[in-house]
T-cell receptor, first 112, second 114 residues
């Protein structure tokens, strides 16, 4: 029952390689950004977040980079694994009430 | 871990039926949200609530209403379901309404209106 993923850009990655997923955001006033991972048939799962007073944040195997000058966000996944295959969404929070605006998503396919 | 639970994963309803989608979170979060997700359109905010009995319209509230009688529970109501409301519905919650609070999602409810 998947309806997520049609019309999405796709990144094909060899297992073990690093992945970089990019996202352009729209609101220069956005002060908080989140990356989500969505597997087939499931809800979005929080991966990592970053506030606008930072330009880099690292988690386990993931790094988020924020370039406010060009309103660009990226997610780097180190040593990509088959379990990383999913759709990845960036989201920005630029409105009152902690509401998120989502990007269109990127599908990551990991080749064994 | 935060748990956002959507009680119905898959529903099939007839046009004109009243539909209730229920969501419960167990982390005493103040903020709760309902989104729908459609191919090519991404996630769109329907309604949100930052307190019991409070509600705010999101980007696409038409055809929907919500109820927040208890802090942990946020219900989405389709008064008269239509085929264009066939979609995946996602409930989410965050600790407060301040920016910077992580928003956690449930597993989704797939609704088909025939």
């Amino acid at each position: 029952g998947e309806n997520v993923g049609l019309h999405l850009p796709t990144l094909s990655v060899q297992e073990g390689d690093n992945s970089i997923i990019n996202c352009a955001y729209s609101n220069s006033a956005s002060d908080y950004f989140i990356w989500y991972k969505q597997e087939s048939g499931k809800g979005p799962q929080f991966i990592i977040d970053i506030r606008s007073n930072m330009d880099k944040r690292q988690g386990q195997r993931v790094t988020v980079l924020l370039n406010k000058t060009v309103k660009h966000l990226s997610l780097q996944i180190a040593a990509t694994q088959p379990g990383d295959s999913a759709v990845y969404f960036c989201a920005e929070n630029g409105a009152a009430g902690n509401k998120l605006t989502f990007g269109g998503g990127t599908r990551v396919l990991v080749k064994p | 871990d935060v748990k956002v639970t959507q009680s119905s994963r898959y529903l099939v309803k007839r046009t004109g039926e009243k539909v209730f989608l229920e969501c419960v979170q167990d982390m005493d979060h103040e903020n709760m949200f309902w989104y729908r997700q459609d191919p090519g359109l991404g996630l769109r905010l329907i309604y949100f609530s930052y307190d019991v009995k409070m509600k705010e319209k999101g980007d696409i509230p038409e055809g929907y209403s919500v109820s927040r009688e208890k802090k942990e529970r946020f219900s989405l109501i389709l008064e008269s379901a239509s085929t264009n409301q066939t979609s995946m519905y996602l409930c989410a919650s965050s600790l407060t309404r301040r920016s910077g609070n992580t928003i956690y999602f449930g597993e989704g409810s797939w609704l088909t209106v025939v």
